[in-house]
């Protein structure tokens, strides 16, 4: 399988993301060590979590999704086989948050001791943090590489004013610069990363591994009504799409799959993998089903018109 390469890093990653918040959440640790094994048999290496993953299930404290993937690397040895992507910054409680020096050193050696690893292939900042400065960020992240616990880094939910700020810093003081940038992008949620975003990317070849790539399951044509949302974790997520607009989308990526005898979102999907500055968009699945269907849609290239066809229906 063909791989893309992360910003001007040395790391090269198969062209999907397995997303790990669903670890310790909508997948117990059986059911997630199952999936990474079929992820990895089919011939891809990138893993993503955090250690906020999976806080927001009742009885979870955080860290959960990493304490998972490291008992996985554990038992099947295969560290160096797979590139391996975490984040910090979100409140994990107390005064554990934010992008200081002081938190960023803590917080690395509990990811580290959770995932069972001496480094960090991609060590991510989860979101901006105004209140400290850019300089102290970029400048702790270059003691962890310094240090070989963090190889390559990357951003979360930046602004591009923001994300250009940091890049001209690490330019101008000789850090460490972002490689990646992690916005929330998909065929339905375009205006946050389209734009001047997407231009700096492009510009500062800036690797995007988008999140929701599948918008919370909407775009794999599950949610047609209301009423599909019932009973499902992830149903009021989607709710925001079940409109006349939303229904366009499916409607295009239904006669699109149609023609490729495949399924809604492997075109979602395959979409993404056209986008300029997009690496490996990040998808999660909770069955062997789900995962099987995200694993084959790279083999699925649009051509120029279905692009043009998804791109008129789902105009911000």
Same mark, same amino acid.
């Given at each position: 399988m063909?791989k893309?390469?992360?910003?001007?890093?040395?790391?090269?990653?198969a062209?999907?993301?397995?997303?790990?918040n669903?670890?310790?959440?909508?997948?117990?640790? =059986?059911?997630?060590?199952?999936?990474?094994?079929?992820?990895?048999?089919?011939?891809?290496?990138?893993?993503?979590t955090?250690d906020?993953? +999976?806080r927001?299930h009742?009885g979870?404290?955080?860290?959960?999704?990493?304490v998972?993937?490291?008992s996985? !690397?554990?038992?099947?040895?295969?560290?160096?086989?797979?590139i391996i992507? +975490?984040?910090?910054?979100?409140?994990?409680?107390?005064?554990? #948050?934010?992008?200081?020096?002081?938190y960023?050193?803590?917080?690395?050696?509990?990811?580290?001791?959770?995932?069972?690893?001496?480094?960090?292939?991609?060590?991510?900042?989860?979101?901006?943090?105004p209140?400290?400065?850019?300089?102290?960020?970029l400048?702790?992240?270059?003691?962890l590489?310094?240090?070989? #616990?963090?190889?390559?880094?990357?951003?979360?939910?930046? $602004?591009?004013?923001?994300?250009?700020?940091?890049?001209?810093?690490?330019?101008?003081?000789?850090l460490?610069?972002?490689?990646t940038?992690?916005?929330?992008?998909?065929?339905?949620?375009?205006t946050?990363?389209?734009?001047?975003?997407?231009?700096?990317?492009?510009?500062?070849?800036?690797?995007?591994?988008?999140?929701y790539? !599948?918008?919370?399951?909407?775009?794999?044509?599950?949610y047609?009504?209301? =009423?599909?949302?019932?009973?499902?974790?992830r149903?009021?997520?989607?709710?925001?799409?079940?409109n006349?607009?939303?229904?366009?989308?499916l409607?295009?990526?239904?006669?699109?799959?149609?023609?490729?005898?495949? #399924? +809604?979102?492997?075109?979602?999907?395959?979409?993404l993998? =056209?986008?300029?500055?997009?690496?490996?968009?990040?998808?999660?699945a909770?069955?062997?089903?789900?995962?099987?269907?995200?694993? =084959?849609?790279?083999?699925?290239? !649009?051509?120029?018109?279905?692009?043009?066809?998804?791109? $008129?229906?789902?105009?911000?």
């Open positions: 063909q893309r390469r992360l910003g001007n890093s040395v790391l090269e990653v062209p999907l993301t397995f997303g790990g669903v670890f310790g959440w909508t997948a117990d640790e =059986a059911m997630s060590h199952r999936l990474l094994d079929g992820f990895v048999a089919a011939g891809y290496n990138f893993i993503d955090a906020v993953y +999976s927001w009742t979870n404290k955080g860290g959960e999704s990493e998972i993937m490291g996985w !690397l554990k038992a099947r040895g295969n560290r160096d086989q797979v992507a +975490s984040k910090l910054g979100m409140d994990m409680g107390g005064d554990n #948050k934010g992008l200081s020096r002081a960023m050193m803590r917080a690395v050696e509990d990811s580290l001791r959770r995932l069972q690893t001496d480094y960090i292939d991609l060590y991510q900042a989860h979101r901006d943090d209140e400290t400065p850019l300089e102290e960020t400048s702790a992240f270059q003691t590489i310094q240090q070989g #616990k963090v190889r390559v880094i990357g951003a979360s939910n930046y $602004t591009a004013p923001r994300l250009a700020a940091a890049l001209e810093i690490s330019k101008k003081l000789g460490p610069r972002y490689e940038h992690q916005p929330q992008y998909s065929i339905v949620e375009r946050e990363f389209e734009g001047p975003l997407q231009d700096l990317c492009v510009r500062e070849n800036i690797s995007v591994i988008g999140y790539s !599948l918008a919370s399951g909407f775009l794999t044509g599950k047609r009504s209301a =009423a599909d949302m019932a009973g499902r974790l149903g009021a997520r989607v709710e925001k799409y079940l006349a607009k939303g229904f366009a989308v409607r295009v990526l239904d006669d699109i799959a149609a023609i490729h005898r495949a #399924k +809604s979102g492997q075109i979602a999907l395959a979409w993998l =056209a986008r300029p500055a997009v690496a490996a968009p990040i998808v999660s909770t069955n062997p089903e789900q995962l099987a269907e995200m694993v =084959a849609a790279p083999a699925i290239k !649009l051509s120029a018109a279905e692009i043009t066809q998804i791109d $008129t229906a789902s105009r911000p």
